[in-house]
């Protein structure tokens, strides 16, 4: 179940406007690469350092082929891909690297992903 905080919200092109609320979602905690390591491995026959290894294998070789320009599919789970965020050029030959402001990542999910997010349940709590 997702949980849900209120948070309050001013309209930052009318400052004057009143504070509105909005739901939010709460993180419940943190898994990390070794907490799934521990879970693969109880689910398969293979060691729990094998499965960090592979694990940690596949995050360096998902940030190689990134960096290179791929779009990385992990199957059911979804596309990975790098966006960038760029100044506008007036004409089109003004258009170079140097308009590049920032990267960011671009995830696009997978049919199972999709599914689970149209069947969450939610539960509002304080704070």
Do not use: W
């Amino acid at each position: 179940m997702v949980q849900l905080t209120k948070v309050g919200k001013i309209n930052p092109q009318d400052v004057e406007a009143p504070i509105r609320f909005y739901a939010h979602t709460k993180a419940v905690g943190l898994v990390d690469l070794e907490r799934l390591a521990y879970l693969v491995s109880n689910q398969s026959t293979v060691r729990e350092a094998d499965c960090v290894a592979v694990l940690r294998a596949l995050q360096h070789n998902i940030i190689d082929e990134l960096r290179n320009g791929k779009v990385v599919q992990l199957g059911n789970l979804g596309n990975f891909q790098v966006g960038v965020r760029s100044l506008p050029s007036d004409l089109e030959d003004e258009v170079s690297v140097q308009n590049v402001k920032s990267a960011h990542m671009n995830f696009r999910p997978g049919k199972p992903i999709r599914k689970m997010l149209d069947t969450l349940d939610y539960q509002l709590v304080n704070g």
